[in-house]
């Protein structure tokens, strides 16, 4: 567990496509800026560990994807990568950044290297925790968390229940891991004292049902900035296979794996992770 003290964070409100996007930051507002995108059903705050162990000098940006943390839910239910890229491109013009790193984790990994492919002229690198083409389609995290979305309650009689199911699904990430996710992935409902999720669980649950994950291969090989794809070495959604064509067919990828780390890299390994990506950031800063 890292011992690096969080930086104070700073919150505000983007409006994007009808919708309110809730934006943390951490770090120096005139640091150089790295914006970092969450998975399926995650949130900005999962990073405040990695923001605090970029100091100083980071200005770390992560967003609550729409229907997480605090941002709106989709009444269309549109939680589909192209739809994520847009709101990351109505965020970026509204916080004016004109070139910038970019790191996502899982669905924020697939929607990082989307973006990174349609914008080089403003991602100056990438860092890409624990996905790659495919992975999202026809692998066995896939299907485990699938069947995590079926079978997650709707709401807990109380936060010991809540924490006991975040437990019981993420078995091997540390305690300040699952304290964060109790603290920011789940609300309690003023009339009924219930604990509720903050995301979009049954809207989430719906859509990855319904649309079909998006080849990320093209965009993968149009990538022409430095790439950091970090696997989980026990990871059962990225594949070994998998890292590795990704770092024969694109030049431009470094390809690392991280021993005692499943999927969720930066909670499972926090500080070999935040190590690994200061390293990698170091290398791009002139």
């Known amino acids: 567990m890292s011992s690096t003290a969080i930086p104070e964070e700073r919150q505000q409100t983007v409006r994007v496509d009808g919708l309110?996007?809730?934006?943390?930051?951490?770090?120096?507002?005139?640091?150089?800026?790295?914006?970092?995108?969450?998975?399926?059903?995650?949130?900005?705050?999962?990073?405040?560990?990695?923001?605090?162990?970029?100091?100083?000098?980071?200005?770390?940006?992560?967003?609550?994807?729409?229907?997480?943390?605090?941002?709106?839910?989709?009444?269309?239910?549109?939680y589909d990568t192209l739809t994520y890229v847009a709101d990351l491109e109505g965020v970026v013009a509204a916080l004016g950044l004109q070139r910038f790193h970019l790191l996502g984790h899982s669905m924020g990994g697939a929607n990082?290297?989307?973006?990174?492919?349609?914008?080089?002229?403003?991602?100056?690198?990438?860092v890409v925790e624990d996905m790659g083409p495919g992975a999202s389609a026809s692998s066995a995290g896939a299907e485990r968390i699938q069947r995590?979305?079926?079978?997650?309650?709707?709401?807990?009689?109380?936060?010991?229940?809540?924490?006991?199911?975040?437990?019981?699904?993420?078995?091997?990430?540390?305690?300040?891991?699952?304290?964060?996710?109790?603290?920011?992935?789940?609300?309690?409902?003023?009339?009924?004292?219930a604990v509720v999720w903050r995301h979009d669980q049954q809207g989430i649950a719906q859509a990855r049902r319904r649309i079909a994950p998006l080849d990320l291969w093209p965009a993968m090989l149009a990538i022409t900035c430095p790439?950091?794809?970090?696997?989980?070495?026990?990871?059962?959604?990225?594949?070994?296979?998998?890292?590795?064509?990704?770092?024969?067919?694109?030049?431009h990828v470094r390809h690392i794996a991280i021993d005692g780390a499943g999927h969720y890299v930066h909670d499972d390994q926090p500080e070999a992770f935040q190590a690994a990506v200061r390293a990698f950031l170091q290398e791009q800063q002139p």
């Open 20 to 78: 309110r996007l809730s934006v943390t930051e951490w770090g120096p507002a005139g640091g150089t800026p790295i914006v970092m995108l969450h998975g399926l059903r995650s949130y900005a705050q999962t990073f405040a560990s990695l923001a605090a162990a970029l100091q100083p000098g980071w200005r770390v940006i992560a967003l609550d994807q729409r229907g997480r943390g605090h941002s709106d839910w989709d009444p269309q239910q549109r």
């Open 112 to 126: 990082a290297i989307v973006a990174a492919a349609r914008h080089p002229g403003q991602v100056q690198s990438l």
């Open 148 to 193: 995590e979305l079926a079978g997650t309650p709707q709401r807990f009689a109380d936060w010991a229940a809540a924490r006991a199911f975040w437990r019981s699904i993420r078995p091997g990430v540390t305690e300040e891991a699952i304290d964060s996710r109790v603290r920011h992935s789940l609300r309690e409902e003023p009339a009924t004292g």
């Open 227 to 251: 790439v950091l794809l970090v696997r989980g070495a026990q990871s059962d959604f990225l594949s070994e296979a998998t890292a590795d064509a990704v770092a024969q067919r694109c030049p």
